[in-house]
């Protein structure tokens, strides 16, 4: 069990994927309502009118048109997604930040915002599908029920997509998804790791729990800003339909372009509330899952002091 670079112990770097990945499954378990208001507030609009005055709204609306049990649609998805998508960019971040750390500094955070950025875009790759799932499931109950899909679940979901659409449809708006994903993950793992390490330098907090909840919720909104506008963009063309054999956007710089037009820049950041709530706690979760499985797989599985890995 005891994995070894020179003479320092370190987590091998399948286990760093596992953890990576049953963080970010553990948080979706408690967000998933706050995904299903965030990705329905997105697609409010596109019929022509505005559906929700707000998250509440939103929520309280969905709760009393399709029931309670609804605010857990798509939670098979959700799960899915993390387990591709953060699986890849977790494992890929916390093995690079390693790799570029020495015994006494960490990397910079040109170098953090570097790592962050290659790890996104290759988790987002390989999470486009569970992506595109998660859109279409927990925006479906907005839909008329003679348009509505009815997926059962994500696997049968992309079985019926792959046969009814062609496997490539499977990573439609694969660009916006990767685009978005490079500016989450240098907003939120290279801002977290950033913060992490001032807020530990300044002594402010205690080190430990209180420094990664501090870090996260500066990650989270700095996250929810920057990624919001990419993040309409992306829901929006992976919900499209196509009528007469035209899609409803030709790319991200269109849905923005038409967003602004018909529903005011504002409207880009239509959402933030829920996105934030969303990505706060995501974020707060799976930073503290993550680090304490860490730390206790230094202690308990490599018999050293943990370090960081974020």
């Not at 570097?114 to 599908?129: D, E, K, N, R, V």
């Not at 899609?247 to 820049?265: F, M, S, T």
């Amino acid at each position: 069990f005891r994995a070894m670079t020179g003479d320092t112990a370190h987590i091998p770097n399948s286990v760093k994927f596992l953890f990576g990945g049953t963080a970010g499954m553990g948080a979706t378990l408690v967000v998933q309502p706050l995904d299903l208001v965030k990705n329905r507030m997105q697609l409010s609009g596109t019929s022509g009118k505005k559906e929700y005055r707000s998250s509440i709204h939103a929520l309280t609306s969905i709760i009393k048109n399709e029931g309670v049990r609804t605010i857990y649609t798509g939670l098979s998805a959700g799960l899915l997604r993390q387990a591709s998508y953060t699986t890849v960019r977790l494992g890929i971040y916390t093995w690079l930040f390693e790799k570029f750390s020495s015994e006494t500094h960490a990397p910079s955070f040109i170098k953090k915002a570097s790592i962050a950025m290659t790890a996104g875009a290759i988790g987002a790759f390989a999470g486009t599908p569970a992506e595109i799932v998660l859109i279409r499931m927990t925006g479906d109950g907005r839909l008329p029920p003679e348009q509505r899909r009815n997926y059962k679940n994500a696997f049968e979901a992309i079985a019926r997509i792959a046969r009814e659409e062609g496997v490539t449809t499977l990573w439609r708006g694969c660009v916006p998804t990767v685009m978005r994903a490079m500016v989450v993950n240098v907003a939120q793992l290279a801002t977290y790791s950033q913060a992490k390490e001032s807020l530990t330098a300044s002594g402010l907090l205690p080190p430990g729990i209180a420094v990664h909840f501090a870090a996260s919720m500066i990650s989270g909104f700095n996250t929810a800003f920057v990624s919001m506008p990419v993040d309409i963009a992306k829901t929006r063309i992976q919900s499209m339909k196509i009528i007469d054999g035209k899609p409803e956007y030709k790319n991200a710089g269109d849905v923005i372009l038409k967003v602004v037009r018909n529903e005011g820049v504002f409207a880009l950041w239509k959402g933030f509330t829920p996105c934030y709530m969303r990505i706060g706690p995501h974020t707060v979760l799976t930073f503290i899952i993550l680090e304490q499985m860490n730390g206790a797989y230094y202690r308990h599985v490599l018999g050293v002091e943990p370090k960081s890995a974020l």
